[in-house]
């Protein structure tokens, strides 16, 4: 086995923060509030596990330069960018929600 290559920084954009804020609400509101809370951990946790590997996603670059899109449990779409040696989470989309669209309407520059 050859060494794990180098260890990236994960950032979280303020906007997901809220968006996996409103997924705990979402999915407590239906009565399992300690489902919801370990379901956005894990999410969390996934995102974390981007610092090891984040060249795993499926590169979109047609939707935003350097943009790579990761699925967990089917249920959930990460949305990164690897720039440097840091991952920033841009986007959580549950429950196919479109993640496409939002991009297509942010403006093509940085």
Not at 56 to 80: C, E, M, N, Q, S
């Amino acid at each position: 086995m050859s060494s794990p290559g180098p260890h990236y920084r994960v950032q979280f954009a303020p906007e997901v923060r809220d968006t996996l804020d409103e997924i705990e609400a979402r999915i407590a509101a239906a009565g399992a509030p300690a489902t919801a809370a370990r379901y956005i951990d894990a999410i969390v946790a996934y995102c974390e596990s981007l610092a090891t590997f984040p060249w795993r996603g499926v590169p979109r670059d047609d939707l935003l330069p350097a943009l790579r899109v990761t699925h967990y449990r089917k249920r959930v779409v990460i949305a990164y960018q690897v720039a440097g040696q840091t991952v920033s989470i841009v986007g959580v989309y549950y429950g196919g929600q479109d993640y496409e669209g939002q991009f297509a309407d942010e403006p093509g520059e940085p």
